[in-house]
């Protein structure tokens, strides 16, 4: 009864089972000199509609600090959100791969930022002058970091600027199967053909075990990165086990299956707790997360009843965080509803004292 | 029939189980704020006889690339042997991770070196002008990368040369488990006992899918190893299934019981090979690794029946490393010799031209 | 008639002489190991009440991004101003010298910031999750880029803040002797006695002609600082010209007599045009620097006049820097304000198209 | 007397002259923005009869380094002299304005190396293989670390090379003024009419106070050197007292007439000593630079009679190096050569212990 966050879930029984098929042919050739990396390369580039270099990695910060390294030079500056989870969340990741680069966080709503703010962040950076990092790339999430979703149109629109501005795009899809399975739209749509440059293809929180992958659309980009994997020590000897997982992920649309599964759990969740008293929905449920503020008696009732989400405050109506996965049952999440529904009409209570 | 390296191996059947089992706990936070990391640590603990910090990644690369950033300021400078895979196969990786520290690599014989050559580098460091990088840290590899092994002793002498230079002592054990086997020491006479202050300890090389560790001696030393293992993009948000290889790895002496088995299969292979006319090995044969020279004949033959090993030069008589694993098979190694012994005493063919 | 900065005048002649007296004595020793050299560090001891570490180079740029790289590891994050020159100004060079280390903009007033803003910002970073980057550092303008100063009181209220958050407190002080000057304290209260760990004493913009110094008041901190200054290319060979101009800058109070005549002009020019019609002074002005924003007419009229000055956007009252230094003189004071005076009065214009 | 190094000189007085010049047109906007500046890469356009890029800063170290940031990867390899200053005397400044490149040491013959050892070097450098940094420049000095001296023949034969295997091509030219004299080439067919990309010209070592330019032969590769000098804290605000120096250094020919005056007294010294008894000169003498082995008691006498140079070693003939510099004078030289005459011919003495 986890909804902390998708990387507590476990491994999907399709995952776990590549993995183990992957070891019954005993030996095979180390760091991608393998036939199941050069499906899986294969496997993307169908689902892309197109020709893509592929590089797995084990992390999703691997992933964004590699292809923020291929587009930034170290005395670059690289337009993110304020709420980014390379910004806030990665101990300072695409700094160390880029060798210094600034991140210049933007302003935005409900975790999401656009042309009009990129514009005047643009304006702002001094661009020209050697004494201020110029602008290199920007990189957004989507879904966001607050739950949101950008469209293929949203997405487009950002290429596009990126585009005027000689700006690379990154897309950071920690959580890419949810946009995909939000939006409706194809990979294609929500990437190159509106702009983007480069995507960390996420499959770690949806099911794989440690997986995820760079995806260049422009080959060129990437003709680094085989060194830039190697020397920040993510490329893998026994490469076949990182390619199985991603190659079963893929496999007859697994991905999209398990990440519509999370998202309807998302919106069964949402719907319940949307109607309670004093419960308030901080930003647009579009994927598989939800912040809201909770009754504090409401969100202690929910910890004791054995619920894990993350509490981003001690005021009386707590902040709180639910994700769902893959692996989330409708049975746990009408178990949440009906417990929070139960503790939701009690008097409020003062905030604690801050230790 | 692959004796081209111990990473073309598999996975062993305790460790994949071991990968399964911590699957069926379903949920579990992420980090390392599990009951299996915690236990792994325990394990560590108990295996070098002390409390030691541990630090699990996913690659050798990064586990000495990490280590060697902890002691080896950017402006250092790293002792290590000519022949060392930090200074050959990372891309620079130590580089990347110290910040631009400068490798110095040490002559030696076997892919060893001593004292000796350790202060006759360190006289010719300039030590003390600001012009020179300077003398940080030891890295030696045990078993080497050309096969041989570094006895307690030989160690102590080295570890007893750092502290007299202040210099940090790291030991890259990616075949740590086949130093252990060949030597009969202990873990902690072969590390911590003989001065080193961090080891590598791989794992994926002798049974496991990608597992290594690093583990700190001196507590101290580890405290910002958080923090940089974080933004190299090696913390795993699934960490458990990390962590669980390595615990299965150590459960009740299998990562030795592997070790083991390996040695003996490359002393089968070693004493098969050593008789065969004009068959020249090349080092000392002491643990899972053999470099020798074979007639260009019998290493056609051999490759043509569908044995793989790393042939290191174009010669009439090529050098050729070859390397056992966990999962080798006596008979295997039978068939190869069996190979090799008809195809030995043909006439010397010259050299090809070179391209 | 140059206002646009204290770094567009030239030397003072007193330095001038100094560098060509270095020279009659026609050879020493190389990078530092030189009389002057020794002289002046013995001069900043006796200036600073203490010994001293002194590390003279040519750049502020490079003097700050050296002292934060003493005490920031290259994951840990750097508490400014939002409008500091290391975060603005410097084309990413703290990140460059650190390895990446993260700037974390503190709000503020006037330029300045304090320890509530600083305990703010602390509790914000997520101190102790390896997530985020660690705050290592605060560092401080004196004067700020607003134009205003730190007193002895309010820089040990910060340094208090650093000491018990165990972060170290570097002060920018390419202004250093304009702060000294205005706020009648000594060296000594302004810096270390106040906590201060490291200062950058800036000299070229008052008088030098490319000199400033880093200066430890903890001689541990810099310990490594002479590798550092090496490895960045800031170790001069004829050191001796650049600790000369120091020297002289030093001898007999010359360095504060400057400033204070400088402060001085910038008094008159404050007083007379903050009387003027629709002039409005936009911080206090408080040693040799004032913003303020001007009518459209005036500021074309000064400029059209051949004073230089900075105009910081495009609006009807445009926002100006007026800075003066060593060399300015009265009656270029007074021509300004004439010219000003006599273009004040004039109706608004509406402010231009943007480009 | 000193002929430790021609940084031990002073400033040639035309130079400080221009200084003083500079000086007189008390305001000049900063960073480069300036007349002397603009006039001063009009010179180097002449001198090297095409466009050139430049980049004035204040130390070889500098220049060096940031030139060979521009052409090597964070993950390149960088093939060098065994013997050469960005080896072995920067405290490793190429790898921290890479980001970590490698640097990798070639053998030769009397501090030069050619074609011949960089074909073997680069086919033994496993070009291709992730595993490998890969080749990404060249660069060698002229004149050498051992004072020996390449031809524009010789210059182009590497030039070559470069080319084909698509290598940058970097000229450490910290005594280039020498070269030109010591060859007779004009400046561009010591340079890119011999494929170099890239010179650290050196201006410092032949009678500037402190200034050297990097010179960017094909403007592209200098795009983006403007942000790294600013990073790096080169860039400096008043800069025009950077470009006077090089300005007058360059003017009517200046330069080459110290060098030839510096090339001068090393021939009178290099004539005087090498037919002394028991003294081996242990380079050909080109320029201004000469290494020898003088008997013990010479040396202690030359030592004793208050002449400077570097001994390089303890033993019964030490190797001694001895540079002449533009202020050198003929009785300087001459006064050397008499005193080693009558103490040339005494006993040889055991070499000292060894502390």
Chains 1, 2, 3, 4 share one sequence.
């Not at 935005?108 to 050697?130: H, S």
């Not at 709180?320 to 009409?345: E, I, N, Y």
Request: hydrophobic share 45%; proline share 6%.
């Amino acid at each position: 009864m986890n909804f902390a966050s998708d990387n507590t879930a476990g491994v999907a029984p399709e995952i776990l089972a590549a993995l183990a098929r992957a070891n019954a042919a005993q030996a095979a050739m180390p760091y991608g000199n393998d036939d199941v990396t050069r499906r899986l390369t294969a496997r993307f580039c169908e689902i892309f509609e197109r020709e893509v270099a592929v590089f797995p990695v084990a992390t999703g910060t691997a992933a964004n600090a590699l292809a923020l390294s291929l587009v930034t030079p170290p005395y670059g500056a690289i337009f993110t959100t304020a709420s980014s989870h390379i910004h806030n969340d990665e101990c300072g990741a695409p700094e160390f791969f880029t060798g210094g680069a600034k991140l210049l966080p933007l302003p935005g709503r409900d975790g999401k930022t656009g042309p009009a703010e990129l514009q005047a962040a643009y304006d702002a950076a001094g661009v020209g002058a050697v004494h201020h990092t110029p602008p290199a790339a920007v990189s957004l999430t989507n879904i966001t970091e607050a739950g949101t979703v950008y469209s293929a149109e949203e997405t487009a629109a950002i290429g596009a600027f990126c585009r005027r501005r000689k700006l690379a795009f990154h897309l950071d899809g920690a959580r890419f199967a949810n946009a995909v399975a939000a939006t409706g739209a194809t990979p294609a749509e929500l990437t190159w053909k509106a702009g983007v440059d480069l995507l960390s293809f996420g499959a770690t929180k949806n099911g794989c075990m440690a997986a995820e992958a760079v995806i260049a659309f422009n080959p060129e980009l990437a003709a680094s990165l085989g060194y830039r994997r190697k020397r920040a020590g993510h490329l893998f000897s026994k490469m076949r086990f990182l390619s199985a997982q991603l190659d079963a992920y893929l496999e007859d649309g697994l991905w999209l299956k398990m990440a519509r599964h999370a998202n309807a759990q998302m919106r069964r969740l949402h719907k319940g707790l949307a109607g309670l008293n004093r419960v308030e929905v901080l930003h647009p449920v579009e994927a598989n997360m939800m912040f809201a503020r909770l009754p504090r008696a409401m969100t202690e009732a929910l910890i004791a009843g054995g619920y894990f989400f993350y509490v981003m405050d001690e005021t009386a109506r707590p902040r709180c965080r639910f994700v769902t996965a893959f692996s989330s049952r409708a049975a746990q999440v009408d178990g949440l509803l009906a417990l929070a529904r139960s503790h939701g009409a009690g008097p409020e209570k003062p905030p604690p004292k801050r230790r």
